[in-house]
T-cell receptor, first 110, second 117 residues
Framework: GEDVEQSLFLSVREGDSSVINCTYT??????LYWYKQEPGAGLQLLTY?????DMKQDQRLTVLLNKKDKHLSLRIADTQTGDSAIYFC??????????FGDGTTLTVKP | SAVISQKPSRDICQRGTSLTIQCQVD?????MFWYRQQPGQSLTLIAT?????????ESGFVIDKFPISRPNLTFSTLTVSNMSPEDSSIYLC??????????????FGEGSRLTVL
């Protein structure tokens, strides 16, 4: 089946930039997503990128897509303590199902 | 976006019992999914809930253990049958509604946290 991989942990200082990386295997993915999960809550969509794009910027968030290497990254500028959460990379298959990575736990230290 | 309500939000269950989780969406949706998130792990798709027909299960999940209903376009249930401690997990309902942009993102309920003793 399809596979999505992420590093498990990232720790940064408040005000620094955070970069969370993800690799995927399904070359036919049309959309790739970043979801955020805060403690005790469900997942919320942060942003997405269409597979024919290289970059998408949305306020403090920048998504970079390298389709050749099947590599996706999420950069959070000026990281705040409220950004502490688990971030999931996901790809959408043609069937409509999504495959999720294991999640990266971001810890922001004051 | 879609507003998804799940009940119960959490429960403590005895081994061997069954529990039904309900998922109610505030609008009609095309696809509904049930995921499991075990402690400290990612989301694993259990099945796609199909309106008016049997659910489509992923490898490793069977109807006898996880019967699913979807009587209409806004409601679904997942039953966890004959529970064991290994079923302790968060169960998440999610929906995909094809908007005009067809980006296919998933909307999630808050999850149902089950603990099996």
């Amino acid at each position: 089946g399809e596979d999505v991989e992420q590093s498990l942990f990232l720790s940064v200082r408040e005000g620094d930039s955070s970069v969370i990386n993800c690799t995927y295997t399904d070359s036919s993915s049309t959309y790739l997503y970043w979801y955020k999960q805060e403690p005790g809550a469900g997942l919320q969509l942060l942003t997405y990128i269409f597979s024919n794009m290289d970059m998408k910027q949305d306020q403090r968030l920048t998504v970079l897509l390298n389709k050749k290497d099947k590599h996706l990254s999420l950069r959070i500028a000026d990281t705040q303590t409220g950004d502490s959460a688990i971030y999931f990379c996901a790809e959408r298959e043609g069937s409509g199902k999504s495959t999720f990575g294991d999640g990266t736990t971001l810890t922001v230290k004051p | 976006s879609a507003v998804i309500s799940q009940k119960p939000s959490r429960d403590i269950c005895q081994r061997g019992t069954s529990l039904t989780i309900q998922c109610q969406v505030d609008s009609q949706v095309t696809m509904m999914f049930w995921y499991r998130q075990q402690p400290g792990q990612s989301l694993t798709l259990i099945a796609t809930a199909n309106q008016g027909s049997e659910a489509t299960y992923e490898s490793g999940f069977v109807i006898d253990k996880f019967p699913i209903s979807r009587p209409n376009l806004t409601f679904s249930t997942l039953t966890v049958s004959n529970m064991s401690p290994e079923d302790s997990s968060i169960y998440l309902c999610s929906v995909s509604r094809l908007t005009g942009s067809n980006t296919g993102e998933l909307f999630f309920g808050e999850g149902s946290r089950l603990t099996v003793l």
